[in-house]
């Protein structure tokens, strides 16, 4: 009988890594998820899949419990997926989030170097290397211009991606990430902080919504499309980066609007624009063209920005109820 493929995933406690690993488990992977030590996460995303994956526990700042994780389980295929990845953060603790989102992607490829090289590698690399771009919209070739520590640091680790395929010929890959949202994003971020908030409101748990510039644009897709775009990169016959992303902008006014037009209220009455929530330095439009990921793997996404509203806020209508019963 043919071994079954079997993949190892990074940060599979958030967003990505939990679908990803739901879509891999459905393609007959193996699947084994990093998660870091103490049960200081949340397992929630994993509850329907616990049974069929393994746990290890790891840090993305130890060198060593990645060479044991990957000559131990020795992966075909390794995604990573786990950093430092709230920009207003990073300008709180550069160093710290250099040291995960950056060298932490050092970390794992000299693992994968010493210890399976012929494991193919995902890096989530991120539209912020863009920082305030110099092209609209970005392409693949568009010159680099981070504007904020974790920018910094996912250039960091997307140049080594780019240098190890180079150097030592192995199969890395990086995914220049755009934002990706989905009832899974963290509430921390623009998108399910409105969606959750207008839910609480509507069902008189709150008052208010504070946010910062309403006029700040970005490119939102779905994350389970990125997902699929994420695999499709590592099954290709040659590793390259690819941007993933829809090319469309909205603003988070435009986004704010929908959400509460969704259960039928008027923004205006509820959001209160406050300057603690504004960022020192604010990219203008971040739109990445997803041409080369199509051309090249027929990657497009599926899901557009009313769905994706719909979505998240079907999804918080359950969760917020749950929280009132
Ligand atoms: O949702 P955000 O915090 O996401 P941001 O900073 O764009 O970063 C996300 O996408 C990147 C890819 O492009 C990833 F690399 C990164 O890891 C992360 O996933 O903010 C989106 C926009 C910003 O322009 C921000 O200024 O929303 C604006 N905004 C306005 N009010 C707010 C708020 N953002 C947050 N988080 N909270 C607010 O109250």
Redesign the pocket.
């Given at each position: 009988m043919a071994k079954k493929p079997s993949a190892f995933i990074t940060g599979i406690t958030g967003q990505d890594g939990s679908y990803l690993a739901e879509m891999l488990l459905e393609k007959g992977y193996d699947v084994v998820g990093m998660v870091r030590p103490h049960g200081v996460e949340r397992l929630d995303f994993l509850s329907a899949i616990e049974d069929e994956i393994t746990l290890v526990e790891g840090d993305l700042q130890d060198q060593h419990n990645f060479i044991e994780i990957i000559s131990d389980f020795k992966p075909d295929e390794v995604y990573n997926f786990a950093a430092q990845?709230?920009?207003p953060v990073s300008w709180s603790q550069p160093v710290l989030t250099g040291d995960i989102t950056a060298l932490g992607v050092g970390r794992l490829l000299e693992a994968i170097r010493i210890s399976k090289p012929d494991a193919k590698f995902f890096q989530a690399s991120?539209?912020?290397i863009f920082g305030d771009p110099l092209q609209e919209p970005q392409t693949e070739e568009t010159p680099i211009n981070p504007r904020n520590p974790y920018g910094i640091a996912k250039l960091f680790g997307h140049m080594l991606v780019k240098n190890y395929r180079n150097q030592y010929g192995m199969y890395a890959c990086s995914g220049i990430?755009?934002?990706h949202e989905s009832p899974r994003r963290g509430l921390?971020?623009?998108?399910r902080?409105i969606t959750y908030t207008a839910t609480k409101i509507k069902l008189g748990m709150a008052n208010e919504l504070r946010?910062?510039?309403l006029d700040?644009r970005?490119d939102w897709g779905y994350a389970e499309d990125y997902v699929r775009g994420m695999w499709m990169m590592l099954n290709q016959d040659v590793a390259d980066d690819y941007i993933l992303s829809t090319g469309v902008t909205h603003s988070?006014r435009e986004f704010v609007d929908a959400a509460f037009r969704y259960v039928g209220l008027n923004y205006e009455d509820y959001v209160v624009v406050d300057e603690r929530?504004y960022?020192p330095v604010?990219p203008h439009q971040?739109v990445g063209n997803p041409a080369k990921a199509k051309e090249k793997m027929g990657w497009e996404p599926n899901v557009g920005f009313e769905e994706i509203i719909k979505r998240m806020m079907e999804a918080d209508f359950v969760a917020v109820s749950q929280e009132l019963a």
């Open positions: 990845s709230f920009v991120s539209s912020e990430l755009y934002n921390k971020f623009v998108t902080k946010l910062g510039n700040a970005r988070v929530f960022r604010e971040l």
